[in-house]
């Protein structure tokens, strides 16, 4: 602010499954992981009380490994990875 004082932004919220994240071991250091996969995430901007929120999905493989993740932004937008494993 003007007074040169810190101020909370924004506060994130996520959820996660109990499946097998794929990235948690190689995830980059200093970055937030779980060892479980996300799958809702919400974000409140302090300043104007404006709430963003994202939805996934996954596609499963017999290990419980995700095969493919659908992620859906605030406005709708729908996107859909596929993972691939070498095995």
Do not use: C, W
Not at 30 to 41: E, F, L, R, T
């Amino acid at each position: 602010d003007e007074e040169g004082s810190a101020k909370l932004f924004s506060t994130t919220t996520n959820s996660y499954d109990v499946n097998t994240n794929p990235f948690f071991e190689v995830a980059e250091p200093g970055k937030a992981s779980s060892p479980n996969n996300i799958v809702a995430s919400s974000t409140l901007i302090h300043g104007s009380k404006k709430t963003y929120e994202y939805a996934y999905s996954y596609q499963y493989d017999e290990r419980g490994y995700p095969t493919s993740q659908t992620a859906v932004s605030p406005s709708g937008k729908r996107e859909t990875f596929t993972y691939l494993y070498n095995n």
